[in-house]
């Protein structure tokens, strides 16, 4: 199955400058399988989103269907065919 992932601006430089990314999932996958899905081709987003023990780093948000991962299961949330998972950068200011 397909799941695309929306690709922010500050990210798009490790993904050919692409700002949508359709990768092949198995069925039944979980945002875990599909984050390693995106790894593969493009390796240089791994430390960008997650840490060094595999977990999404503290200022990175991702949406799985509009749904915040926090409230939904965290990596564990299931990805359904054909959804999408936008990564979301925390912006912060002052």
């Given at each position: 199955?397909?799941?695309?992932?929306?690709?922010?601006?500050?990210?798009?430089?490790?993904?050919?400058?692409?700002?949508?990314?359709?990768?092949?999932?198995k069925?039944?996958?979980?945002?875990?399988?599909?984050?390693?899905?995106l790894?593969?081709?493009?390796?240089?987003?791994?430390?960008?989103?997650?840490?060094?023990?595999?977990?999404?780093?503290?200022?990175?948000?991702?949406?799985?269907?509009?749904?915040?991962?926090?409230?939904?299961?965290?990596?564990?949330?299931?990805?359904?065919?054909?959804?999408?998972?936008?990564?979301?950068?925390?912006?912060?200011?002052g």
């Amino acid at each position: 199955m397909h799941v695309l992932f929306n690709i922010p601006g500050p990210l798009r430089e490790f993904t050919e400058n692409r700002s949508n990314v359709r990768v092949e999932v198995k069925e039944g996958a979980d945002l875990r399988e599909a984050l390693q899905a995106l790894f593969v081709p493009y390796p240089g987003l791994q430390d960008r989103v997650l840490t060094e023990s595999g977990e999404i780093r503290r200022h990175v948000n991702i949406f799985v269907a509009r749904e915040d991962i926090r409230y939904t299961g965290g990596l564990a949330t299931p990805v359904l065919a054909g959804a999408e998972v936008s990564i979301v950068p925390a912006i912060s200011g002052g």
